[in-house]
Each structure stands twice: as C-alpha cells, then as structure tokens.
C-alpha cells in the first residue's frame, strides 16, 4: 500500500541525492514528446530511461522532455547530451533499446551507434 | 494514438503551454449510461472565438515550425467514432475545458492505458507548474490525486525526482484500482 506517509522517507532520501548532485555537471537525456513522439511510442521509452536511471542510481543524469523536433517519421527521437562530448540523437528508439543506451552511452560514454539517427538516414 | 491516456498527455501539454496554474483531468466513467466523460479544464491564456473554431482542424496550430497540429483532431474523431461527442469552451485569459465523451461499449473505444505513466510523464515535464489534479470515477466510486498534496508533504523538492514520479505513479495505479474494486 501507497500511502502519503511514504513521502517523507523518499524526502529525505532525494534531498541526500539533491545535495551530491549540485557538484557535478550532468548528462541530459531529452526525449521528444509532441502529438507525433507520443503516436510513435514516446512515453513507454521516456519511462524506461527514467526507470534506467533510477535503477543504476546515476545521480547526475536528467531525463528531460521537449516538442517535437521536426523529424517525425523517425519517431520516438532521443538526445543525449555527455558533457564534453557532442550530443548524439538516436531515432525510431524502442523500450529494448534503452538499457543498452544507458549503459554504454550514458555510463561508458560510447554512443550506441547503430541506432543513431547517422545510421537511420 | 492506442491508448486514451496518450491523447490525454498530448493534449494536457497544451494546457501547460498556455501557462494554466491548474489542470483538472476528470475520467468518469458511467456504467449504468454507458458513457465515458474525459474532461481537461485549465486555467490558461485561453483561446478566442476565431482560434477556437479552427482549432479542431488538422491544419490549425499556433506553432511556427509546421502548419499541422493533429492532437485535438484525433480525439475530436475517437470521440465520433466512439458514438460519442468533443466540445471545447475557452474564454481569452479564463482558460480552456475539452470535452470528449464516448460511449463505454462501442468497440472501437481504445483502452485507458498507462494513465500513472501519463500523470509522471506530465509531471517531469512540467514539475513547477501548473498543478495536476486527476479526478478518476466509476460511478459512485471516486479517487482524487492532487499534486498540491504531494507538494505539501515533500516541502518543496522539486517532483520531477525519479523516486517522488515512482511514487506518484503507484499511488495512481493503487487509487484506479481502489475504484474499479479490484487489487494490484
């Protein structure tokens, strides 16, 4: 059971993560979330990173979401952005795929390049 | 779109864009009437009559990029389709309430889907502001989410934190459950 009582441990818990956060620069995952990104499967692929993310513990990623980006055939659309590394955009992006994103691309910084939009087109 | 909670995440968004401070997302089911009520009532910049009669085409937006904007249409047309109707009231600067009302047997209804990850999904993306208020019912049975609450217990952390958005979706789910009197 779920109740508002639950709250006050996860308070304390994030305010912990808040903290240790603020040192570093992070890595944004920005996924594409207009009328077309949603029709194309967006939001089970939005939840899987924030899962992923959840799931290894990495303080410093954010999973963020923006419109569209102009490309919707090539729908859901994902941008990752390493610090110091250019930001790489990967299309068609399924639920399966985003595990393997995370680890290799956001924890090794090694674009996954195979579903990079430079692989679609 | 496959799911009804898709169209509500597209379509809220719109609600956000207009800088609304509360959006109400009312799902109401009506077993002994047959009918299924979406309602999505925001306090935004509201839109005037002229927008308002063309917004339900395909070919109206405010956006600059394209000259296409398929949310309202889509529903507008799963509402028909669904032996339903789709009404939109807006006053400029009062705020906007779409209608969209379906009957519950027709088959060509789509599931509600995954409405907690719609109300996590909502929230990331507007953690601020507006505030959310789902209001679920199955006939007599009502459930109630506010963000305002949630707020409140967390004195003032940010909700787009992966844990809070965790809780927020299984408090949804279990208050979904609760009204349709079954258990997760």
Avoid at chain 1, 52 to 80: F, H, W
Wanted: glycine residues 8%.
């Amino acid at each position: 059971m779920k109740s508002f009582a639950d709250l006050e441990a996860i308070r304390q818990k994030t305010l912990d993560k808040v903290n240790l956060r603020r040192e570093h620069e992070g890595t944004r995952i920005v996924v594409g979330m207009a009328t077309c990104g949603i029709a194309a499967g967006a939001r089970p692929v939005m939840l899987a990173f924030l899962d992923e993310v959840s799931k290894r513990n990495l303080l410093d990623v954010t999973v963020a979401q923006t419109g569209c980006i102009g490309m919707c055939r090539l729908e859901p659309i994902v941008e990752i952005s390493v610090p110091g590394q250019d930001k790489v955009t990967y299309v068609k992006v399924a639920p399966e795929m985003v595990p393997r994103i995370v680890q290799e691309h956001v924890v090794n910084h090694n674009p996954v390049d195979e579903y990079t939009i430079g692989a679609a087109e | 779109m496959f799911e009804l909670s898709l169209h509500i995440l597209d379509l809220v968004q719109n609600s956000v864009r207009a800088g609304a401070t509360v959006v109400t997302i009312r799902i109401a089911y009506d077993p002994d009437a047959d009918t299924l009520l979406i309602e999505l009532i925001d306090d935004g910049c509201g839109m005037d009559e002229a927008l308002l009669q063309r917004v339900t085409s395909p070919f109206a937006t405010t956006r600059t990029t394209r000259k296409v904007g398929l949310g309202i249409p889509m529903l507008k047309q799963l509402a028909e389709l669904c032996e339903g109707a789709f009404s939109l009231r807006s006053q400029v600067g009062k705020g906007t309430t779409l209608s969209a009302r379906f009957k519950m047997s027709s088959i060509d209804l789509p599931p509600m889907g995954d409405l907690p990850g719609t109300m996590r999904s909502l929230i990331l993306g507007a953690p601020d502001q507006p505030e959310f208020v789902l209001e679920y019912s199955m006939g007599q049975q009502r459930f109630t989410f506010d963000t305002r609450e949630v707020r409140q217990a967390l004195g003032g952390l940010s909700l787009a934190e992966p844990d809070i958005l965790s809780w927020i979706a299984g408090y949804i789910a279990q208050g979904m459950a609760e009204v349709q009197g079954t258990t997760l």
